[in-house]
């Protein structure tokens, strides 16, 4: 049985996965050996692997290049670093890239020709959108949620101090910056401008600039999130 003086603790880091782990090793195991131990741990490939030891601070020191050494031939030292390198990258991902992976595709006459497939139990049984009654319903409610939020949009003006209340986040106060269409969704949305920095933007969503403010002071809520009044700014020193 293998004493802690016989065995030699690691962080293994490899440049094919982003995980780290933490492995001992015996200080008589080859490097060969520690090379297809590591193609378990990491996903490198043995035969085209290098291993660089560096020191706990991330510095480079040398490299474990002689497959017949043994482990303790080298300075090495528990705590170090193993920086295992794939030097060849593509082999190691070929079975995750199916980029050149010939695909079985369907034609939609082919895919209706079949029986027992999943459109055709839906289709039977009238389930999601193949419910003409339930796509009917939900057209209604959604057209119905929508006239709730342009009733509570007609209620809410540039310049409006507010506070915002979206369901599992804080209550936050702000300025109303802007009313109107966007172009990331659907419907009328409010642009605000928080007091403090709970947002997501500066006023801009994918370039597109709606209004202006400061970075992660910006965001977008519908307006039914919206209660405008008198609400103003929360001094933190009365907190």
């Not at 474990?64 to 670093?81: E, G, P, Q, T």
């Not at 029986?115 to 009917?136: R, S, W």
Request: net charge negative; glycine share 6%; with cysteine.
């Amino acid at each position: 049985m293998a004493t802690v003086d016989d065995v030699i603790e690691f962080n293994i880091k490899s440049n094919v996965v982003s995980s780290e782990a933490i492995r001992r090793f015996k200080r008589s195991i080859h490097i060969g050996e520690l090379k297809n131990q590591l193609e378990l741990i990491t996903g490198a490939q043995s035969q085209s692997m290098k291993i660089h030891v560096h020191d706990e601070r991330g510095t480079k020191l040398f490299d474990l290049d002689d497959d017949a050494r043994v482990l303790d031939s080298y300075n090495v030292h528990s705590k170090m670093i193993l920086q295992v390198e794939e030097t060849n990258l593509k082999q190691a991902n070929m079975f995750e890239d199916t980029t050149d992976v010939p695909k079985y595709e369907l034609t939609p006459e082919e895919y209706a020709a079949r029986k027992n497939t999943a459109k055709q139990f839906l289709l039977e049984h009238k389930i999601g959108k193949y419910n003409p009654a339930a796509q009917e319903e939900h057209a209604r409610k959604e057209k119905e949620k929508e006239q709730h939020e342009q009733e509570s949009a007609n209620k809410i003006h540039v310049n409006d101090r507010c506070e915002v209340m979206v369901p599992s986040q804080p209550t936050k106060r702000g300025t109303v910056m802007y009313k109107g269409d966007v172009h990331f969704k659907p419907g009328v949305w409010i642009g605000i401008r928080y007091d403090e920095p709970l947002g997501k933007n500066n006023g801009s969503v994918e370039g597109k600039k709606y209004f202006e403010c400061v970075d992660k002071y910006g965001a977008f809520v519908r307006p039914s999130a919206v209660t405008v009044g008198d609400f103003p700014e929360v001094d933190l020193e009365e907190l």
